[in-house]
Each structure stands twice: as C-alpha cells, then as structure tokens.
C-alpha cells in the first residue's frame, strides 16, 4: 500500500530537504589515495569537531549503455586529484513520490542521471591510521526513490561522534530490479534483477578497500538504513556474497514479509522475470524477438521511458497490488531463497543486531486512502490467507465503519515489529546479540498528526533534529533523544554493544523476557510483550503453521 501525501508531512519533507550545511576548505585530509585514484573534500567544523566531507565519489562504472541491468563494474581509474565537494546525480527515479515520509520528496533530490553510483564520506578522523568505526547509510523509499545525497541524511553531526560516515546511492526502480528471461539469458549466472543490491555490495566493497585511507577501521563495519534500506540490509545478512562485508547492522522500519502475507518484500525469479515480460511489453518491446534483439531495444530506452512504463504499470495494477512494485529477487545467487526463509532457518551472517520500529508506521500510507468495509475485509484476506479471520480478530473495523485505524494498526504491528522482533529472537538463537528498540516520539504535535510515522526516526539518528524548526518550536527533549541515540548508534557501531555512558541501560533482547528499549518522551527498558498477539501470529503465518 504506498502512501498518499499530506499537507504536514510534505512541509516536514520540504524543509528535510531544503535545509543544508556550509562547508569550507581546510587542512587535515588535504590529498586522499583511494586505490583508483587521488581525492580531495572539504571541511567544516561541528561543536568543535573537524569533520572533512568528500561527496561524490564514484563507486562503480556508469552504468549505462551495455552495463545498463548488468553488475556494477571497477571505476576507470584516474590520475589528476578528483575534488568531490558535490554531490553526484541521484539515480533516476520518479520526479514527485509518493513512496513515504522520509523516503524522497520532488525537493529532495538535486538532479538525476544513469550514472549515478556514487558515495559520501563525513570523517572527523585526523590521521589514516585512526581505525574509526564506520557506518554505511543505505536509504529508503519502497526501492524506487531516494538518494545518499538528502539533507536529512547529512552525517556530519553522526560523524563528530568519532565514526566515519558514508552514505550510497543505488540502481532504484525498473533499473535496479528489472528481472526479464532475456537478460538472466544473457548473465554468466543465468539470472537478472538485483541490480540494487548489486550496487549495495560494491558500494560496501568500496568501504572495505578504501576507507581507511579516510581512518575508518574496515573491520568495524556498521550497515544502517531505513525502510527499503532495512529490507536490503536483512536481505544482505542472508546474502552470501555479501558475507563479512560489514561487522554490525541497524535496520530501522524493515519489513520481512516474504511468504504469504500477500504483501511481498521479495520475488522469486520466475515471478520477476514474468513480471519483467509484462513491464517489456509494456515498452513496446516484441514479445517474441530474440533476446539480442529484445536487450537492444530496452537499453534503447531512455530512463524517462523506464520511468514511465513502471509508473503506468503500477496505476494499472494499483487496484489488485500491494506493497513494494520493485524488490529484490530470490535469484539462487545472491538469494538462495526468499530472505524470510533463510532467516528463519538461521542462516544469516555472524552480524550484531540492533532493529526496531516506530509506533505509528502504518499512519505514513494512510492519508487520502479510502477503504470501504468490503475492500478491508479483502485487504484482511489478502494478507492474513486463512487466518483472515484471526487477523480480523485482532484488527476489527471501529466505530463508524473506520478502517484506517486498524489498518494503520496492522501495518504498525503485523510488517514492522514482527519483522523486528522476529529478526532479533533469530539473531539470539543463532548466538549473535541483538538490541529491540521503539520509537515513540511525536515531534511538532502541533502540525504533525500522524504520531511516530515511518521515518520519523531518522533526524533523530543523524543529528539533524533541527531541521524541523522551520515548522514550529523544536523542544529540548527533541534534542535530547537525538543525542541519546546517537549515543546508542555509535556505541554499537564501536562495540557491538549500545551501552554506555550515563545512558538508561539497554537490555540485550533475550525471547524469554522479550525486553525492549523505548525511545521517546522517556527512555527505558519496558516489556515484556510489545504487540505480543500480532507477532505471535505473524510468527506462525511465517512458519506456515
């Protein structure tokens, strides 16, 4: 179900996006050798930290022309010092979103283009040798918008507490996860889509090879991200390659829901490839021409074109459809399964865990959505299957015949806590530690009547609070929880371990007493039992049983 704007959200977005950061030239990381090549950045100081900032860094070839839907490739190496003191393009993506809060808004990306696989750095490192934690940023929006470059993403306020910080852009759309026979055909593995992923992987190889030339430590590797950045990092800790990749993860608002639900957060291959005919013929591409031919009249097409296909698509299928248009796929290589199975039978990667949630997700997808008892009762079978009527138990329609709530209530439960709480118990059972979070803080009460929505958090972890101010009177409490958070952020990325400092402790999640840490008005352990039925049942529907 993707989101409709609002008037309070979209002014939350608009100064997210338009608030930014001034920056000058210094010492310190005057000349950086990356192994393609020499760059040089910028600095700026944050609370007296020097912070050097390095943006635009291609991680990967351009992928256009014959890379189009093909692995990223090595970066042509260069000689003349590289001065990436500007973002580069975003990928192509949808002008104006509807994707979510947080995700991407028409204001939020400076400018699109193919050639889009490039990175940022924040470092308050003062020598190469410093071996800093670092951490990976991978951003959301439903896997067909957003942008490593979005204001709220800034990580200069993150990195002053003594963390290198990068953030990364990726293929998004029909041009990160287009699966078609042709082009898995055409693969040496004999499969397509991912392309996305792909990118995630190079980016975080990139990390591993250059980064502590930046006096990042390529041994203390936290991957964090929100929303579809969540999703891909549950997906990459049950990827093989990319196994001991990064050390640590953070999803934030992830949604494991691979099997059943009716909402899919992943495909098969078969599935993808026919939906990948369906998606070519919509272009106008001979269903029955050989795959050279086919391959050569799709990479014919200009991202515009991609772009408009995908959108006619999902507004045909909107009434049948819901959830992520685009997603990873289950390819038998970089997947060997659906990601929920794997994580079910334990085979995720040796990876500390901290995930959690926020309490009000589901109101993000809600505003301007009318859903008559009849099509709720549809949407309840849709995703519940045979246990519909259990679902509908324990998400009955309220007074007045409203709908909203409760589906804005089984979102909240049902996709996001059960896929945290789900990752964190099979994190335990597998011997790794993992830390369960919520998000309750409501900020700008005044203007912002969907509570702790999806992607609220997010200011809150970077720093960058204050970027709400423009709306109304940021409070000191505001300022507060973001500081504790990062408190938490940083320390789990140095440690494994988010504890610390003066700090109300963190209890590590134990199934036994299913413990969590609130992070709102107030910040403490609660539990047991944060929306027990529905996880339990999310659990079964998961298991099958």
Known sequence: MRCRKFVAVALILAVLALAGLVVGCGGGFDKVKLITGPVTGAIQRIDGAQIWTFKGIPYAAPPVGELRWRPPQPVDPWTETLACTDFGPSCPQEASSEAGPFSVDSTAVDGTNEDCLYL???????????????????????????????????????????????????????????????????????????????????????????????????????????????????????????????????????????????????????????????????????????NAEALAQMRAKTPDELLAAAKKLSDQNSLTRTGLVWTPVADGRLL?????????????????????????????????????PEQYAATMKDIFGSYAEEGQALFPIGAGNDTLTPLSRMLTEIGFASTARFAAAQNRNAGEPAYLYQFTRVPLKSVNPLGAFHGVEIPYVFGNAGLFSMLGSIEDADYQLSSTMMGYWTRFAATGDPNGGDAPQWPAYDAATDLHLQLGDTVGQEGPGLYQEACDLADRMRAGN
């Open 336 to 372: 060997t399964d659906l990601p929920s199975a794997l994580w079910a039978a334990g085979k995720q990667h040796k990876v500390a865990l901290l995930i959690g949630s926020n309490a009000d997700e589901g109101n993000a997808f809600l505003p301007g959505l009318v859903v008559s």
């Open 120 to 290: 940022n750095v924040w470092t308050p490192a003062n020598a190469a040798g410093d071996k800093l934690p670092v951490m990976v940023w991978i951003h959301g929006g439903s896997f067909e918008t957003g942008s490593g470059s979005m204001a709220v993403y800034d990580g200069a306020n993150l990195a002053a507490r003594s963390v290198v910080v990068v953030t990364i852009n990726y293929r998004l759309g029909p041009l990160g996860f287009l699966a078609h026979p042709a082009l898995s055909a055409e693969s040496a593995d004999g499969v397509s889509g991912n392309y996305g992923l792909l990118d995630q992987i190079a980016a975080l190889e990139w990390v591993r090879d250059n980064i502590a030339a930046f006096g990042g430590d390529p041994a203390k590797v936290t991957a964090f991200g929100e929303s579809a950045g969540a999703i891909s990092i549950l997906d990459l800790m049950v990827s093989p390659p990319a196994d001991g990749l990064f050390q640590r993860a953070i999803p934030e608002s992830g949604i494991l829901l691979d099997k059943g639900f009716g909402v899919s957060t992943a495909r098969t291959l078969a599935d993808a490839e026919a939906e990948g005919e369906d998606f070519a013929s919509e272009l106008g591409i001979d269903a029955g021409a050989a």
